[in-house]
């Protein structure tokens, strides 16, 4: 079964490696020739057990039989995984160092989505050669070139990122956690297992019965765990270590490695039996004699039917046991038995440690296996692990290695070269992106980006394959969005970057000191209370550091555009929202990412245009509930703060500050101020985008669709002399049933009363109409009580299950249709879904959607102390089945995501055949100043054409067409009398939007 390893010794050479061992010096020894036949037989036949192993070690493995492991090695040198992260001095600068792989270069591969090189300036030329490159270059001139090198960059700074986290995993071991490595676990797991049943099932029963002349040492000691266990072990140890090394693995470490492995898993099996036995119970004199103690073998018996009804919940109470006595590794497992046992019961002796290792590593050399092409192109499986020679630091000795074949490492290497440029996090565009014209076809132009985001489902990529024909007006939509021009609002930069260095803290910018952690109470030690509030100091910091990096690399690309003119192309993710593509700083992002960013080209504010400046600053301040005559007033009022706000943002009285979007009312406040102090204020060039913002926009849609007049006038809808806060509205009636039940002496309405506002409940609101759970809406309460300090710690759960229930109660009441349809297309999905299938339906823009919820992979865990491993079931992505409850809850707020996409989309389409700058995020929409009335007019134009079809109608058609096979429940419109309302003339018409000034607003 094993290797016989020699030791061989001469001159001393053995004495000497002793004495190093023990930190002694020793003169240098003299060594046969060179190459004389002695020096090559001693060499070939050195030792490869290294320091630490006694005598009788050797002389234990010398006894051994497996021969198999000595023959001659195999010259061809492993490839190494390790990548380095800088730059060879030799190698074309621009050129991303890799090791060998299958033949490609990163330059090579640059036309795959996703992928691209290096961003020198002396590695583009070569690039640009194909029609449209020239055609760009004469465009756009030097900055056509300098876009190709920001897309190149991107993704060489991915690629340096992957390996720098790589590096760092393969060189702690754990390598056979990655991707791309777990797929050959996979593939060698049940073979090992199936091998180790083989190698064990024979002695079994003689082990049970004490008999054990005859048997091979090692096999008492494997029976103490399953098969499964010690497959995973081997697996997981032999990549680990063979992934480490570019020479592999030295063979006596790795055996070494895997026997303490297993010792340690055997001790945590037992730590487990011993606490579970406690808690039930048990007399300890019942305890079973653990292997390796100082009993004879005989008396112990395997320990798997001791364990196996131990649960998920004690592994994790005796994994805990062990990290409160330091870090979680083999050795502190050991060690924390050694404690709760005995040293005899913990620690093997490290003969049997090498004996596990190596009948482990011998049976995983057997079973491990890789496929590859011979010459003739017919596949062929060759051994994956090689047994050979490596040389050593002394010239003179050799080391006997286990490591990866090479053709494994191209493999795996090709793997992670599609990680590596998978993610890419890029920059803003110097040009306009290039027009979308097909899924993967769009965007950046050297790398291909698709126009799904995130995940690119088989069953969505069907879809837009089948469809492309009708995609026009999709892809004309984004073309609009993403060539709209931007730059960097350079004045309100200089103030965020002083407030960073100040110590941050303002506003959006994160604080850049750590709350510090507080001492226990005087007198009273480490209580409960001290233990959470340091857990909370603990989050809070975490948190900030998060914050910290995220505002970190805003300052990077903003200083790095800061004179530029910036582009961000857009794509949509599988329900047609849109996003731009560029992550780190868009109009997408929070408070300040929107201040940063000004449209490129101004207009003349005109008389409309500084009114809507002024509505603007009155919105950004919270003022967006009353009429606009009394938010112009509002602003006229301030107008002395908003001029010293301008002026003076850190030094003055900071009004701005007090603003519900700081950053962005300072932004606007800057606006005004230059405009008014100017000649002619009505000809001053604004640049500042200007919002429209829809009221609830999802149940905006809902009252469309349904016709419920209460609900369309509570979300602006119709016509009215001041705006309608629906959030407003819905806080009423909480406060209407608390007052009830205050009455009726209910504790908590009696504690709550009067307490809660809008604000309270907005976010609830806002999401009921997208599927939130009642977790989650209390949830949701939970954190504005706690903002705001209106009930106690002790209190805060019960308050916010209570507000919760009457929050939805309330919402149930005031919108009747929406809860009307949003129960039908739940009917209609659960009817789709029982069938397994997968919810799918077509956008009024010709977008196909499909729902790809499935049932998470069935899959069975083998779960060890260190390691764990996920065998899933080997199904076909298509054939795993559908997740019903998922389809159900998530096609109402889906299907409104949809419609409110589509709205966005026409309403760009309409301002690109006004000529108007447009931009939005989802439900509100950005313009200049002087042409907001215009973009009204537009997006008004948009819903009431989106709601002049018969959306749900049509929607009913589609199923009954796609599933012939199956009965649909009737559209409510057919069947409910307020829902008729869209087609009678003397009730709710959707022209009505058309008046409705605070429609959007």
């Avoid at 447009?918 to 009431?944: I, K, Y």
Wanted: net charge positive.
């Amino acid at each position: 079964m094993y290797v016989a390893f020699q030791r061989v010794v001469w001159n001393g050479a053995a004495k000497r490696r002793s004495q190093q061992h023990r930190g002694l010096r020793c003169a240098a020894p003299t060594y046969p020739t060179s190459r004389s036949p002695q020096f090559i037989h001693q060499r070939k036949y050195a030792s490869v057990v290294e320091d630490g192993i006694d005598a009788a070690v050797v002389a234990a493995l010398d006894a051994t039989d497996l021969d198999s492991l000595v023959d001659d090695p195999i010259p061809a040198p492993a490839t190494p995984i390790v990548r380095r992260l800088k730059l060879e001095s030799q190698r074309p600068r621009g050129a991303v160092s890799m090791y060998p792989r299958s033949g490609k270069t990163v330059d090579e591969i640059i036309s795959s989505p996703t992928t691209a090189t290096s961003s020198h300036q002396n590695q583009i030329d070569h690039i640009l050669n194909t029609d449209e490159d020239k055609e760009l270059s004469a465009k756009y001139g030097d900055v056509y070139a300098e876009q190709i090198a920001l897309e190149r960059e991107a993704v060489e700074r991915c690629v340096e990122r992957y390996t720098e986290e790589l590096q760092s995993l393969l060189q702690m071991g754990r390598g056979a956690s990655l991707k791309p490595f777990q797929q050959l676990l996979l593939k060698w797991y049940h073979p090992l297992v199936q091998q180790l049943t083989e190698e064990v099932a024979p002695y079994k029963d003689a082990v049970a019965a004490g008999a054990l002349e005859g048997i091979p040492e090692y096999i008492p000691y494997l029976l103490n765990l399953s098969e499964e266990k010690l497959a995973v072990i081997t697996v997981h140890e032999v990549l680990g270590a063979c992934l480490k090394m570019r020479s592999g693995a030295a063979v006596k470490p790795l055996c070494l490695a895997i026997g303490e492995s297993v010792q340690a898993e055997v001790n945590f099996e037992e730590m487990k039996a011993l606490r579970l036995d406690r808690m039930r119970g048990a007399e300890s004199g019942a305890e079973t004699t653990v292997l390796g103690s100082a009993a004879s073998p005989a008396d112990a018996s395997p320990r798997r039917s001791r364990t196996s009804y131990s649960s998920g919940v004690n592994h994790n109470m005796v994994r805990k046991d062990v990290i409160r006595a330091g870090h979680f590794t083999k050795k502190a497992i050991t060690a924390q038995a050694a404690k709760r046992l005995s040293k005899e019961q913990a620690y093997w002796p490290s003969r049997i440690k090498v004996l596990v290792g190596a009948a482990l590593v011998d049976l995983l050399r057997r079973v491990a296996k890789y496929t590859v092409k011979d010459p003739a192109g017919a596949p062929t499986e060759v051994p994956a692990l090689e047994h050979s020679f490596a040389e050593t630091l002394h010239k003179y000795y050799t080391k006997k290695v286990i490591r990866l074949h090479p053709v494994v490492f191209d493999q795996l290497d090709a793997s992670l070269l599609f990680r590596e440029t998978h993610h890419v996090r890029y920059f803003p565009m110097l040009i306009p992106p290039r027009p979308w014209t097909a899924p993967e076809r769009g965007g950046y132009y050297k790398n291909n980006t698709p126009i799904i985001r995130f995940h690119s489902y088989a069953d969505q990529v069907k879809s837009l394959e089948a469809r492309q024909e009708d995609l026009a007006e999709v892809y004309r939509s984004l073309n609009v969005l993403g060539s709209t021009p931007w730059r960097l609002h350079n004045k309100l930069f200089q103030v965020a970057k002083r407030v960073w260095e100040q110590g941050g803290g303002l506003a959006d910018i994160p604080d850049r000191r750590d709350l510090p952690m507080p001492l226990p109470p005087a007198g009273e030690g480490r209580t409960t209370s001290w233990f959470r509030q340091i857990k909370a100091i603990e989050r809070h910091n975490s948190n900030l550091h998060s914050l910290r990096c995220d505002f970190q690399l805003k300052l990077e690309v903003a200083e790095r555009f800061s004179a530029r003119t910036m582009y961000f192309p857009h794509n949509m993710d599988f329900r047609g929202r849109v996003y731009p593509i560029p992550p780190h700083l868009n109009h997408m992002g929070g408070d300040l990412s929107r201040a940063l960013l000004v449209f490129a080209e101004g207009k003349p504010l005109g008389e409309r245009g500084l009114r809507w400046l002024k509505i603007q600053i009155a919105n950004l301040y919270g003022k967006d509930k009353i009429p606009f005559d009394d938010r112009i007033k509002f602003v006229d009022q301030k107008l002395p703060e908003i001029f010293d706000s301008a002026k003076n943002p850190l030094d003055g009285g900071r009004w701005w500050l007090d603003a519900d979007e700081p950053w962005q009312c300072l932004s606007a406040c800057m606006e005004l101020t230059e405009a008014l102090e100017s000649p002619d204020p009505l000809s001053y060039v604004s640049t500042l985008p200007v919002h429209q913002d829809g009221t609830c926009n999802g149940l905006q849609h809902y009252a469309a669709l349904g016709g419920d007049p209460q609900g369309a006038k509570s979300v602006n809808l119709l016509p009215s002399a001041r705006p309608q806060d629906v959030y407003s509205d819905v806080a009423a009636l909480v406060q209407a049933r608390m007052a009830q039940d205050s009455r009726n002496g209910v504790a908590m309405a009696q504690l709550l009363e009067g307490k809660v506002d809008r604000k309270i409940i907005k976010q609830t609101v806002m999401t009921s109409v997208y599927g939130v759970t009642f977790i989650g809406a209390r949830q949701q309460i939970n954190n504005a009580l706690k903002d705001r300090g209106i009930v106690s710690d002790e209190q805060m759960y019960e308050a916010s299950v209570y507000i919760a229930k009457k929050t939805f109660e309330s919402i149930r009441e005031m919108f009747t249709g929406a809860k009307e349809i949003m129960e039908w297309l739940a009917q209609c999905a659960s009817v789709i879904a029982k069938k397994g299938r997968l919810v799918s339906w077509v956008t009024p823009l010709g977008l196909p959607v499909v729902q790809h919820y499935r049932q998470p992979n069935r899959t069975h865990i083998v779960r060890t102390a260190l390691q764990s491993l996920i065998l899933p079931d080997e199904e076909k992505a298509d054939r795993i089945p559908v997740n019903k409850r998922q389809q159900r809850s998530a096609f109402p707020p889906n299907f409104v995501h949809s419609l409110d996409s589509s709205h966005m989309l026409l309403t760009a389409l309409l301002c690109e055949k006004k000529e108007i700058t447009f931009a939005s995020v989802h439900d509100s929409f950005w313009t200049h100043a002087s042409t907001v009335d215009q973009m009204n007019a537009s997006l008004r134009e948009a819903f009431v054409q989106l709601h002049r079809r018969p959306i749900l109608r049509q929607l009913h058609e589609n199923f009954r067409k796609t599933h012939s096979d199956l009965v649909f429940p009737d559209v409510p419109i057919a069947t409910t009398k307020s829902q008729q309302s869209l087609v009678e003339p003397d009730r709710f018409k959707i022209e009505k939007v058309k008046e409705s000034p605070y429609f959007f607003n």
